[in-house]
């Protein structure tokens, strides 16, 4: 009962379970900051929050995620109830199954977002851990190209919310409906040769030069295919792609795109044929956004329009737009690019009790708060000195001493920590 | 690739995980009520906001929390790299893990926060889920009665922040050093005996009155106990506790918290040397708070005084007390009091296209959003009757048709959806 004083038969470790962190209000500040500016951003477009459970049935991802997330990847067990279920390591099933759950009743386009955290059992490393946070935003029941160009100004917007500038960062962004014309139509490729290709070129930035262009040769068969490969990737955009595939119609789709894109002020955004985006259930464009400063050189986020998963769950298929930009990547690009702001955690009045006098400090405490002040007391009876130290540490604006002298007078004085100077209060 | 027209092998499930839910917009407006409510409460205390892991290793719950929560209730299992770990559910071992790892660079005393998500393996009932929300307000490093009395003071703030009135909850205060003096001491039992008799008296209400007379007699052994134990019961308050109780130090301590909660005005509490709150880590005052509606008679939530966790983790104690509100349960007290104010998500105009107007309505949008509007747009094509009604549907405050003729004339106009009044844009 009283058992203060006993120790456990073996010291536990104060670290946080391995790949995921301790946010300490100087870390939590940065990440509120994140999701404040995300959360305001996207609510400027009309988008509304959801939340979502934490655990689904593993076979939520087994359908449609590739094969690395659902199986490897994956934090799942097997509950006291015989389910095999998984902590969830992306949001999009769950919003489609979410989706899938009010069909009927949805409002469409129906706009929603999240923000939440994930796990995946991942190596860590710099800006990957193992539970990690994510702002998901969807659009449903949309399928004009007008929903992917909002999609995209909304992804620039965030960058420039948080005052990324447009030479910082680059949206690319590709068709998976082209890439199928590719690979199917203009390479004649059979469906097993068009996926083997897909997941090569999604790998292309992490293989060897030759061992890319050995793999495509032996995927491709022939060097007219090899040939007619090397003229897609030439094409810097959708302008410069082989005839065959320029004049088609995911062709006539992008283009649609960039001229609204343009129209929108969207000048951050180039068409990158290699852009494949990992995950299987993407059906149309996908975009991914990347940072250009060569020392952080990497995909911030990215996403895509992906009509399937609703129909997963018993339902008609609705048609789905959307992106995740993650909190850890976020938080590195505004560090390396220096674009954080000053986010130390304040109060307004640090009202500290000077002798016997606790209950008066709470009291004038209580009565400050009513007023709608923000107030930490401190009633250690610790030294002038350390007071002031200490209210400084906290990030106090002002600090007030409750003294035997303050209690008969009736006058507290506030002292501002920066500027020295004092007001009277209560 | 394109997979969009793939029917699975089997039909997922739309429903969410069994114990969890689906927080749809209008929902999770109400979770976003609650936890802004909570934020700006404690932060005018100066509690600072932290965040933390959500697996620990099981052992951390082992130790403290209680068998029933450890070994019955928790989400555990074993990790690819072979370690047992828990989803966390409760925050209390894991705040206090993350004080030992930092014990001697935090300002104390130590006033945190979180707000989050936490999953307990138990039959899912009215007001109980297994994946629950819970604000978790704890002080470290304050050893004196004021922290006990800010704490009290805060907990009976937030009910007043939700607009509850002092009759309807009460705060109900007892002690675990009285208790301890009173099965010790004054009852002289045994350290086993003494256990047994806390933990029955913790169930007492969940036992029909002879059982739990018959235990209590079973315990206590002699008529002349048990009679002891009758008067301690019988004491409203601390003055008329039996005298070799009421003049110990623990009644010293609950007096002179009674007497500061009293002068700063907490009206609702009351002591009930009955309470014993469940869990094993508690030292010193205990409390919690009851819904008294007849119909929802409940207890709300719960804190106290923990001084041994943070020894735990292999550094010095640092002594601790705090409290854990839950969202379902404040959520069922608001309901059933009428206290949840109209919480509609909106925004503040939809711009819908009227013919091939596409490009100039997303154009207009961003324009309106530049000014700080929120806006949704509808590209559908719709008639005028279904965009009228689908921006009701979303909460719009005013809708805005761009049609050929406001393009050339360039002039749009707002249509108020709730007062039809009409006002010119751009």
Same mark, same amino acid.
């Given at each position: 009962m009283k058992n203060d004083t006993i120790t456990p038969m073996t010291t536990l470790s104060p670290q946080p379970y391995k790949g995921t962190?301790?946010?300490?209000?100087?870390?939590?500040?940065?990440?509120?900051?994140?999701?404040?500016?995300?959360?305001?951003?996207?609510e400027q477009f009309g988008f509304k929050e959801y939340g979502a459970p934490l655990l689904e049935p593993l076979e939520v991802y087994a359908a449609k995620s590739g094969d690395e997330l659902a199986g490897e990847q994956t934090y799942a067990f097997t509950d006291r109830g015989d389910r095999t279920v998984a902590i969830r390591p992306e949001m999009t099933p769950t919003v489609s199954r979410m989706v899938a759950a009010r069909r009927q009743e949805l409002p469409y386009p129906a706009r929603l977002y999240s923000i939440a955290n994930f796990m995946r059992y991942e190596r860590p490393q710099r800006g990957r851990e193992r539970e990690f946070w994510q702002l998901n935003v969807d659009t449903f029941g949309a399928d004009d190209v007008a929903a992917e160009?909002?999609?995209?100004?909304?992804?620039?917007?965030?960058?420039?919310?948080?005052?990324?500038?447009?030479?910082?960062?680059?949206?690319?962004?590709?068709?998976?409906?082209?890439?199928?014309?590719?690979?199917?139509?203009?390479l004649g490729l059979d469906e097993v040769q068009a996926g083997q290709l897909v997941r090569l070129i999604d790998r292309k930035n992490k293989l060897p030069a030759e061992v890319f262009v050995a793999s495509v040769r032996?995927?491709?068969e022939t060097d007219e295919k090899v040939a007619r490969l090397e003229a897609v990737f030439s094409a810097e955009s959708i302008e410069t792609l082989p005839e065959g595939l320029a004049g088609g119609a995911a062709a006539g789709r992008?283009?649609?795109?960039?001229?609204?894109?343009?129209?929108?002020?969207?000048? &951050? %955004?180039?068409? *990158?044929? #290699?852009l494949m985006r990992g995950l299987d259930y993407y059906t149309g464009t996908v975009f991914e956004v990347f940072d250009v400063d060569p020392e952080n050189n990497r995909s911030l986020f990215g996403g895509g329009r992906y009509d399937g998963l609703v129909g997963m769950f018993g339902v008609e298929p609705v048609s789905a737009v959307g992106f995740a930009p993650g909190l850890t990547t976020t938080e590195l690009f505004l560090r390396s690019h220096n674009l954080l702001p000053d986010l130390r955690a304040t109060v307004d009045m640090y009202v500290a009790s000077v002798g016997d006098t606790v209950l008066q400090t709470l009291?004038?405490?209580?009565?400050?708060?009513?007023?709608?002040? &923000? %107030?930490?007391? *401190?009633? #250690?009876?610790?030294?002038?000195?350390k007071l002031i130290k200490m209210a400084e540490k906290k990030g106090a604006t002002e600090?007030?001493?409750?003294?035997?002298?303050?209690?008969?007078s009736g006058e507290?004085?506030?002292?501002?920590?920066?500027?020295?100077?004092?007001?009277?209060?209560?």
């Open positions: 962190r301790d946010w300490y209000p100087e870390d939590k500040a940065v990440q509120n900051y994140i999701f404040a500016t995300w959360k305001k951003t996207v160009a909002e999609t995209l100004l909304l992804a620039d917007e965030i960058m420039k919310a948080f005052g990324a500038s447009t030479n910082m960062y680059e949206i690319r962004v590709n068709s998976r409906e082209l890439i199928e014309e590719m690979t199917r139509q203009y032996e995927i491709l992008v283009r649609e795109l960039f001229v609204m894109l343009s129209s929108l002020g969207v000048s &951050s %955004v180039r068409f *990158d044929v #290699t009291q004038l405490a209580a009565t400050l708060r009513s007023r709608g002040i &923000s %107030v930490e007391t *401190d009633t #250690t009876g610790r030294k002038f000195d600090i007030v001493f409750v003294g035997a002298n303050e209690i008969e507290y004085k506030a002292k501002n920590l920066t500027t020295g100077e004092e007001r009277q209060v209560a």
